[in-house]
């Protein structure tokens, strides 16, 4: 991984300050800007169903519900497994295409009327109701997003087709020498796709954030009494930056929404690399795309009963920061701030939480509702119920809701307002 060792802000004095400020700046100064233009970690390959040769209707598979920066997205394979993703409402009446099927011709077929959808150009190939000599309308088609799979996991790009062809790939899950993670004799991969009803920057930030760990995750991977004070020492990468508290160590931030962290539980002698895509779904929603490759317990992953002990734990773990970011995401929506008073350790998730207000965050040019037609803003399609509905768990590896913990603050089917980006000045 390239790396440039940003002297400035290895030792903020005063993360919260002002010079804090002008320091966490620099460590995203270089991340672009435009968050549609990227990849995002959407699904779990081994969640997207794939067309099988003879089967339509009621028989055949059916694709994946999903969305990405608030527009609804379906997501399916052909016969050969090529994966495609376009928008989630039909050329015709906009009935969502993910209650449709995939047909074994590859396209998807909407529930309607059963007009098929080519996934390479999201046009309209094969209209039953047509009569004899008459051509499928020229507008019959629907906005198709590209698709890239690596490691697992199958990346969706939201923005500009022409963009995403000469734009670089996603950064493959490497170990620290820098090479590809496979899974191997020596290494295994766990996997997990989780929906939560929780803005992604604040699971970006916890992740940031070794000092919540003794506290936060008490009864699985915390300890109180290891409780030590901590410096974190932050150096910039190519495409984000990282902090470390201790050698062996790393927290990692890589734009948009990905985390890298190293943190083997007996450091030289067990090695635990994650990767984990927070992926904004919508505003106050994430997916996350977990996968984490370790070189200790390996035998638990032939095991079923071991491999379902080892992604309980996973899923507590997880389950711990979900309730206590859930109670956080309520007091911002009650205009808290997301930060008061900062310690040096802060460093890490306040430089990213700067990085989200000149992205995500941006009240006027941000990310939300641009993939429909521009002219609805969010208020305008609450009111018509787009989120007024319960979630679609497809690819998350939780049964149907209610699968997840409850929490007293959270409403089931609420809305996924957008934590307030209007921060006072004070704050900046
Ligand atoms: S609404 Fe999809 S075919 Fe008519
Ligand atoms: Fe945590």
């Known amino acids: 991984m390239a790396t440039t060792p940003l002297l400035s802000t290895e030792r903020p ?13 620099l460590l995203h100064s270089h991340l672009p800007l435009d968050v549609r233009n990227q990849w995002y970690a959407l699904a779990l390959s081994s969640d997207i169903p794939r067309a099988k040769r003879g089967k339509v209707g009621a028989a055949a598979e059916s694709p994946m519900s999903t969305s990405l920066l608030g527009d609804p997205l379906v997501l399916w394979r052909d016969l050969s497994g090529k994966a495609y993703c376009v928008a989630d409402r039909c050329p015709h009446r906009s009935a969502p295409l993910s209650l449709g099927k995939v047909h074994d011709t590859g396209h998807l077929e909407c529930i309607y009327h059963g007009w098929q959808i080519d996934g390479t150009s999201g046009k309209v190939i094969e209209i039953p109701a047509l009569e004899e000599g008459k051509s499928i309308p020229s507008n019959a088609k629907v906005p198709h997003y590209p698709v890239f799979e690596q490691d697992g996991v199958v990346y969706v790009w939201p923005g500009s087709v022409e963009e995403a062809l000469s734009a670089s790939k996603p950064a493959r899950d490497t170990d620290d020498s820098g090479a590809p993670l496979v899974e191997s004799s020596s290494f295994v991969l766990q996997t997990l796709c989780i929906d939560l009803p929780i803005d992604h920057s604040l699971m970006v930030e916890n992740l940031l954030d ?16 290891m409780v030590e004070p901590l410096h974190m020492t932050v150096t910039k990468t190519a495409n984000g930056f990282f902090g470390r508290v201790k050698e062996g160590l790393r927290n990692g931030f890589e ?25 904004p779904t919508a505003p106050g929603q994430m997916r996350m795309i977990y996968r984490a490759y370790r070189n200790f317990a390996t035998f638990a992953e032939k095991i079923p009963p071991l491999k379902r002990l080892f992604d309980n734990m996973t899923k507590k773990i997880i389950f711990q920061d979900y309730q206590l970011l859930l109670g956080q995401q309520q007091r911002l929506r009650e205009r808290a701030l997301p930060w008061n008073s900062t310690i040096q350790v802060d460093c890490l998730p306040l430089a990213y939480r700067k990085y989200w207000q000149r992205t995500f965050g941006k009240r006027s040019d941000g990310p939300w509702w641009r993939g429909w037609d521009g002219k609805m803003d969010i208020e305008d399609l609450e009111k018509l119920g787009s989120w007024d509905k319960d979630f679609d768990c497809n690819g998350c590896a939780l049964p149907r809701r209610p699968h997840h913990p409850q929490n007293p603050l959270e409403h089931s089917g609420a809305p996924g307002h957008a934590l307030r980006p209007d921060y006072p000045a004070s704050w900046r």
């Open 13 to 25: 004095e005063d993360p919260g300050g002002e010079k804090a400020s002008e320091k966490t700046g």
């Open 210 to 225: 070794p000092a919540h760990v003794p506290f936060a995750h008490e009864g699985t991977i915390g300890n109180r009494k």
């Open 255 to 279: 734009a948009p929404c990905n985390i890298v962290l190293y943190t083997p539980p007996i450091p030289g002698k067990m090695d635990l690399y994650q990767y984990i895509g927070c992926t």
